[in-house]
T-cell receptor
Framework: DAGVIQSPRHEVTEMGQEVTLRCKPI?????LFWYRQTMMRGLELLIY????????DSGMPEDRFSAKMPNASFSTLKIQPSEPRDSAVYFC???????????FGDGTRLSIL | SQQGEEDPQALSIQEGENATMNCSYK?????LQWYRQNSGRGLVHLIL?????REKHSGRLRVTLDTSKKSSSLLITASRAADTASYFC????????FGAGTRLTVKP
């Protein structure tokens, strides 16, 4: 079975540009999570969805961040405009049900210059 | 402060030794999970222990949970160089939080 697939694996862009990160969860998983990982702040939950509906977006740092899940097999995390402090590794994860083990993608390493 | 705090932050041992990592948390939980992260990769789920369980085993892994002390421990027995990774605990309840992790280095 394919795991969670994230793209791109690496993204380098200049400050002010729009960045779009993509995620394909495991088929049949009802929950999808977006995380950000940095050395300073560790792993932070940004937002999660249940059956394509955003449930908790309290971790989204600013209005510059937005996430969508138009269908059960695809989600995006968008940053517009991007800033250097957004540089981090962004992970997508999915799970069968709430509180159940999460399956992580290999992340997108984002560098904003 | 952050739910699910691991200690130590870093641990270095020789191959064949046992490694013990601890996790403390603050609020009530439904279950607690441990994950491993190899460098440059996503987290991988290792084991889940429910709030009504006290101990669980999976291969060389042993997890304990003490809900009265709000703490859990992960023991890796007979460690191998391939166990070198960061280990995170995650608490699942009204809140969902990952800890800061323990960086384990196993020297061959």
């Amino acid at each position: 079975d394919a795991g969670v697939i994230q793209s791109p694996r690496h993204e380098v862009t200049e400050m002010g540009q729009e960045v779009t990160l993509r995620c394909k969860p495991i088929s049949g998983h009802d929950y999808l999570f977006w995380y950000r990982q940095t050395m300073m702040r560790g792993l932070e939950l940004l937002i999660y969805f249940n059956n394509n509906v955003p449930i908790d977006d309290s971790g989204m740092p600013e209005d510059r961040f937005s996430a969508k899940m138009p269908n059960a097999s695809f989600s995006t995390l968008k940053i517009q405009p991007s800033e250097p402090r957004d540089s981090a590794v962004y992970f997508c994860a999915s799970s069968l049900a709430e509180g159940q083990p999460q399956h992580f993608g290999d992340g997108t390493r984002l560098s904003i210059l | 402060s952050q739910q699910g705090e691991e200690d130590p932050q870093a641990l270095s041992i020789q191959e064949g030794e046992n490694a013990t990592m601890n996790c403390s948390y603050k609020t009530s939980i439904n279950n607690l999970q441990w994950y491993r992260q190899n460098s440059g990769r996503g987290l991988v789920h290792l084991i889940l222990i429910r709030s009504n369980e006290r101990e669980k085993h999976s291969g060389r892994l042993r997890v304990t949970l003490d809900t009265s002390k709000k703490s859990s421990s992960l023991l890796i027995t007979a460690s191998r160089a391939a166990d070198t990774a960061s280990y995170f605990c995650a608490t699942m309840g009204n809140d969902m939080r990952f800890g800061a992790g323990t960086r384990l280095t196993v020297k061959p």
